[in-house]
């Protein structure tokens, strides 16, 4: 017998989605491409798109647009650093996908767990392939380089050293990530969201003690789902209303 | 909008779970990547090392050397015959000559060996005397002894050295090194190595011991001649040899893992199979290696199969007790499916970057 389905991997294809997809896409080019070695102390602006398409259509949405960016950038002939790049990216949106489609990223409080759980989820990743290729040495972006420099004059060992760097830096990147993603949602206008068809609210959670307060809980909801809906029909009617009483003027 | 309601015990295993996981896999991948590479850069630091050795007394090693015959030493290395790292030797067969100006009564193709070596052959090619120059050419067959640096197979690099020590000591004969004209067969090859460079030095040497002779303080000195190459795998074929074995009962994990995750099945009982597969997949590998085994890729790579297996079963009797204990199918597919991704993903992760790491 198969098994519930999750909805985890669930993605939604319409117009807008495909236009966003278009979108993130390109922008995600243009950020490897430009903004990492022009502002190489800003966090990775090319994970910025990827995680809001995958905050937006899940994990599968913004698997596929890491997918086409490190297509695209293998065949430019990019730096095999992209290899470790892809990884990461890929990682994240499965992982950051699953995490908002369970509900976890809908308030401030979330975002913040977030943050910590996506750059611990990173750096355990990021800093094995780190080390098989580099061997702990710092090969690109400037803020590593920086933090790393700086623990090392004060004698700290390059292992040590590799392993802070990147949970500082990852941690900081995340931050403003997930935040900037949390306030677009929030505060884009309502024309872009409805263009790009992407819901203004996030799937929410709620922790329960045991069956009963769940059952409670569902009942208050049904509840208030109907009472929403009778609020909106009288006031459907009360406009209808307000209408004739005008026609009738 | 969509609403999701999780039990406190729900987020507990899920949470709990999810972070062993991530914390035990993330951090052996970074301690066995991290080992591993240094292991591997570590080879240039000794190959040069080894050509830039000098005495313990340099001083004293020339003042002793100011009446000694200067003997100008050059080898051809023709073949590799035998790498055999279970019993810690390597056969190599080379051409060695000596030339040299003065004293006729030196004879140093009968009066040299091979450090750590045991000549199975030698032959005299050439030994004459031409325009006040003599020269001797021999050809050598040897077993040397050598302890594997075992910690990157099999996927390992090894820096193969002989040194060519005369009977005389340095007072008598000095050796110059004949460098531009040693050289390797080009298609010397050796099944599963390829060359990936050649050099060779002279060096002075100072034993220890005086071996108990009465007019002497101090070990004597001597001129020893150097030839090293290094070999490196020629790829993954011994590799995938040593552990397709544990790809496949991975596979069968995440195949018992994924049914037992989208399907109502119980798959606990083809656990033990696969492990037993897995553990005694690392006898392929300590086949080939000396008895006292040093900690590598092979013993990581077995660990991380291990670790699979074990970490599939766990996850595989958590679905189980969700199922049976709470009775709840929902949570029990949305914890499987979480666990058995990161499983799946973590694991193909270690399996690229350990060899990435290793491999030269």
Same mark, same amino acid.
């Given at each position: ?78 730096? @095999? ?46 800093? @094995? ?121 | ?9 729900? +987020?507990?295993?899920?949470?709990? =779970? ?12 970074? &301690?066995?990547? =991290? ?11 000794? =190959?040069?090392?080894? !050509? ?110 002989? &040194? ?15 460098? #531009? ?25 100072? &034993?220890?011991?005086? &071996? ?17 190459? #290094? !070999? ?26 994924? !049914? ?46 291990? !670790? ?39 694991? +193909? ?12």
């Amino acid at each position: 017998m198969k098994e519930y389905n999750t909805g985890l991997a669930t993605t939604v294809w319409n117009p807008g989605r495909i236009r966003l997809l278009v979108v993130l896409t390109i922008l995600t080019v243009i950020a490897t491409l430009f903004f990492d070695d022009v502002f190489s102390f800003l966090p990775y602006v090319n994970l910025l798109p990827i995680l809001f398409g995958t905050c937006v259509g899940g994990p599968v949405y913004g698997t596929i647009i890491a997918i086409v960016v490190f297509v695209f950038n293998f065949l430019t002939g990019a730096e @095999p650093i992209i290899i470790v790049f892809a990884i990461e990216a890929i990682s994240l949106s499965i992982f950051f996908g699953a995490y908002v489609r369970l509900g976890f990223f809908a308030t401030i409080k979330g975002v913040w767990v977030g943050v910590v759980a996506c750059t611990l989820m990173d750096t355990l990743f990021k800093i @094995p392939i780190h080390f098989a290729f580099n061997g702990g040495r710092i090969p690109y972006d400037s803020k590593l380089l920086f933090l790393h420099g700086i623990l090392e004059r004060f004698g700290e060992r390059t292992m040590i050293a590799s392993v802070f760097c990147f949970l500082v830096v990852t941690f900081i990147d995340m931050a403003v990530f997930l935040f900037v993603i949390y306030f677009l949602i929030k505060k884009l206008p309502n024309s872009v969201m409805e263009f790009f068809s992407i819901p203004r609210e996030f799937p929410t959670m709620q922790v329960v003690k045991d069956e009963k307060e769940e059952e409670f809980l569902s009942e208050t909801d049904k509840l208030k789902a109907k009472a929403m809906e009778k609020i909106e029909k009288a006031k459907e009617t009360a406009g209808e209303g307000q209408a004739d009483e005008k026609t009738d003027i | 909008m969509q609403k999701k309601i999780y039990k406190k015990w729900q +987020i507990k295993k899920l949470v709990t =779970w999810f972070l062993g996981i991530i914390l035990c896999g993330g951090i052996f991948l970074q &301690y066995t990547t =991290w080992t591993l590479y240094q292991d591997k850069v570590a080879e240039d630091k000794y =190959w040069r090392g080894a !050509l830039l050795e000098s005495p313990v007394d340099e001083e004293k090693a020339i003042a002793l050397s100011q009446s000694a015959t200067k003997v100008t030493v050059g080898t051809c290395v023709e073949s590799l015959k035998e790498i055999n790292m279970k019993n810690s030797y390597y056969r190599v067969a080379f051409k060695v000559w000596f030339k040299w100006r003065g004293d006729k009564s030196l004879d140093l193709a009968n009066n040299f060996h091979v450090y750590n070596g045991t000549i199975s052959k030698m032959e005299i090619i050439t030994d004459e005397t031409v325009n006040g120059v003599n020269y001797q050419l021999c050809s050598v067959d040897v077993n040397v002894f050598k302890n594997f640096w075992t910690k990157r197979f099999p996927l390992e690099s090894h820096q193969l050295r002989f &040194y060519i020590e005369p009977s005389y000591t340095i007072d008598e004969v000095v050796f110059e090194g004949d460098i #531009e004209n040693c050289e390797i067969n080009s298609s010397v090859s050796i099944a599963g190595y390829e060359l990936k460079r050649f050099a060779n030095g002279v060096h002075t040497n100072e &034993y220890e011991s005086t &071996y108990g002779m009465p007019d002497q303080e101090k070990g004597s000195y001597t001129s020893e001649f150097m030839t090293q190459m #290094e !070999l490196n795998r020629s790829g993954f074929g011994l590799y995938l040899k040593c552990f397709i074995a544990l790809f496949g009962t991975s596979l069968w994990v995440f195949i018992m893992v994924i !049914l037992c995750t989208y399907h109502r099945i119980d798959p606990l009982s083809m656990i033990p199979a696969a492990l037993f597969g897995t553990v005694s997949n690392i006898m392929i590998g300590a086949n080939l290696l000396p008895d006292a085994l040093e900690i590598g890729l092979l013993e990581y790579v077995n660990a991380w199969g291990i !670790l699979t297996i074990l970490c599939g079963a766990l996850i595989i009797i958590n679905i189980n007790r969700i199922r049976t204990k709470y009775n709840d199918n929902k949570f029990a597919a949305l914890f499987g499916r979480i666990l058995s991704m990161l499983l799946i993903f973590i694991v +193909i992760l270690g399996h690229i970057v350990m060899p990435i790491a290793a491999y030269l």
